[in-house]
């Protein structure tokens, strides 16, 4: 493993809060999904975040969840023989790349970093819960809803100033008179 030094100051405030974020039943039911589609009956579903670093470390299982959802996509010569750290980090990297591939979006994914070294466990679960969600578990996707509006309706708008613009009642430069007048002389 990769050992980082303690944050500390601002860096340990971020850590706190990104910590915060984790949600450990969200990550259970995760767990429980993966330990479902692998068929691993050794696999321990707790969502506490270090259960899932330590399940999910090596990345061999969200390899393993690769080939149930898109077969031969990873070898299994690749996933056994990652024992080295860069051979575990690319699993996890092809984890994620078959996840945007699947239509995960790039903002719901998470860096190798992210779980390989617990930086952000709570956007693993994140990536995770996108995933079950495109095989039809959790909640709905939203859907996109477009508006038409008819030309009047457009025009209509363009004359309404949206109060982050502040508002043009009393606007006036009439009595405008800082500074020194400019004198010229010929």
């Excluded at 100051?9 to 990104?18: H, M, P």
């Excluded at 984790?22 to 259960?51: F, H, P, R």
């Excluded at 996707?141 to 508006?147: Q, S």
Aim: aromatic share 6%.
């Amino acid at each position: 493993m990769t050992h980082r030094a303690g944050k500390s100051g601002i860096n340990a405030e971020v850590q706190d809060k990104l910590n915060a974020k984790y949600d450990a039943e969200l990550a259970g039911q995760c767990m429980v999904w993966i330990k479902s589609q692998i068929q691993d009956s050794s696999m321990n579903t707790s969502g506490v975040a270090n259960n899932v670093y330590d399940e999910l470390r090596s990345g061999q299982k969200l390899a393993r969840l690769v080939n149930v959802i898109s077969p031969g996509k990873i070898s299994q010569k690749a996933i056994d023989g990652a024992k080295m750290t860069f051979k575990q980090m690319e699993l996890i990297n092809k984890f994620t790349d078959v996840c945007k591939s699947l239509g995960v979006p790039d903002h719901e994914c998470f860096a190798t970093v992210d779980l390989y070294e617990q930086q952000n466990m709570n956007q693993v679960i994140t990536c995770l819960a996108a995933l079950m969600r495109k095989f039809g578990l959790g909640p709905k996707e939203a859907t996109k809803n477009e508006r038409e509006f008819t030309e009047e309706q457009m025009k209509a708008g363009q004359t309404v100033i949206g109060l982050q613009m502040g508002t043009n009642r009393g606007a006036s430069q009439a009595g405008m008179s800082f500074g020194k007048a400019r004198h010229i002389v010929d």
